[in-house]
């Protein structure tokens, strides 16, 4: 909705490489969702549970800004339409973290060695709504008499339907409240063996303790700040090349000379059963292997990939090329997605799912998103250089793969059970 679609319909209404990637910048909502991720731990809406309640919440908001973005004329009213995409990203972010929190919470404790299986099933549907959903809104562009403004009717459409499987969903049953309670009273023992009186102010003060530092003191608490600081960075730097190459991708084809059609039928639908198929494969990799060589391996993978866009700029618009780009690059994303998320649900204490996942992932996307959305402004200083800008994509990758290195025993002894996270 406001990735590949908007950068479209953007590029189509004669906007700049700079200007569209500026645009982009909209995502940072997805690298600060951890401030008020906690929320969604404490909050609980009156229907359908604590996980499916925000859920369902935050798809009614989105579907109401992608009306908004198909009423208002895009391109004589920029800045509307930019706060409207911020909003929906804001609700889109929200969402995240409610659907995150949900997969973690639906696996019980016992159930560790499944992460890598629920991962890869994540995975797979993100790449559903990216890839599959997401090939609709180019086929219907090159359609006689149709709008990109239409177009995101047809969108608030399709995430009015996806809402339904919320209702029939089955809500995670967790002990989150119980360890709240046991967090709550541990700082009100704290402030009674200060002198202080728990009158209401300080129950008041209580709630917000746990609700907003608790989860990340329980983080801090159970990794030494050297171990966490390198955690933070591999997850910080792991996915940047491959956004500073998603971030100018669809410009990249548009400007080497396909069609929407073709960006359809390759980057949408190919890469869709692609990742699906790896994700798969790559949830029984990691399970057989490890989370550590699933995330170096497919890292390294992940890097090479982008050399084949950087062939695809000197050969030209060879579909034959193109599509055996996408193949290899959605092999490696859809491996190297799985190893992260099941990492990232990994090191997350079930009590807080919701907060500390949301923090490491807004981590990883405030990479992606904060610095990619210079990626207009390097092509345009290379010139429109787009070999080299794709090898310097894969170079991106290294230094995430050197912090992986100095904490691979620690997801080794996390894998093994010997720390208690969840």
Not at 93 to 106: E, F, H, N, V
Not at 146 to 165: D, K, N, R
Request: charged residues 15%.
């Amino acid at each position: 909705m406001i990735g590949s679609a908007l950068s479209a319909w953007l590029q189509e209404s004669g906007l700049s490489r700079s200007s569209i990637g500026l645009f982009g910048s909209m995502f940072i909502a997805y690298s600060i969702n951890f401030m008020w991720s906690p929320l969604l731990d404490r909050v609980k809406p009156p229907f359908l549970g604590q996980r499916r309640g925000w859920i369902l919440s935050t798809q009614i908001l989105i579907i109401l800004a992608c009306i908004g973005l198909a009423v208002i004329p895009v391109k004589e009213q920029l800045l509307l339409a930019g706060l409207i995409g911020f909003s929906l990203a804001l609700f889109s972010a929200t969402q995240d973290i409610s659907i995150d929190a949900y997969r973690i919470d639906i696996i019980k404790p016992e159930e560790k060695d499944t992460l890598s299986a629920a991962s890869a099933m994540a995975t797979a549907g993100w790449w559903t709504g990216f890839g599959g959903l997401g090939a609709i809104p180019f086929f219907i562009a090159d359609l006689p008499n149709w709008q990109w403004s239409e177009i995101y009717f047809v969108l608030a459409g399709i995430m009015a339907l996806l809402a339904l499987v919320v209702l029939v969903s089955e809500e995670p049953v967790t002990d989150r409240e119980y360890r709240q309670q046991l967090a709550a009273k541990a700082y009100s023992e704290w402030q009674a063996a200060s002198g202080a009186l728990l009158d209401t102010r300080q129950k008041m003060l209580n709630w917000l303790l746990v609700t907003l530092v608790e989860p990340f003191r329980d983080f801090f608490q159970r990794n030494t700040f050297k171990l966490a600081f390198s955690i933070l960075m591999f997850i910080f730097l792991f996915k940047i090349g491959e956004a500073f190459l998603g971030r100018m991708s669809i410009v990249f084809y548009k400007e080497l000379g396909f069609s929407n059609s073709d960006i359809g039928s390759y980057s949408k639908l190919l890469t869709w059963w692609i990742t699906i198929v790896f994700s798969v494969i790559g949830g029984m990799v990691n399970i057989r292997y490890g989370i550590y060589r699933g995330l170096m391996v497919s890292g390294i993978a992940m890097a090479a990939s982008n050399l084949m866009f950087a062939l695809m700029a000197q050969v030209g618009p060879d579909k034959a090329l193109y599509a055996a780009t996408i193949f290899v690059d959605g092999f490696t994303a859809a491996w190297s997605s799985v190893a992260l998320v099941a990492f990232i649900s990994l090191l997350c204490n079930q009590a807080f799912s919701a907060s500390q996942y949301a923090l490491m992932a807004s981590l990883g996307v405030l990479g992606r998103t904060f610095m990619a959305s210079s990626s207009g402004f390097l092509v345009d200083w290379m010139d429109g250089n787009w070999s080299a800008f794709f090898v310097l994509t894969a170079v991106m990758v290294v230094p995430s793969l050197i912090f992986l290195w100095t904490i691979r025993d620690h997801i080794g002894r996390l894998e093994r059970g010997e720390y208690h996270n969840r």
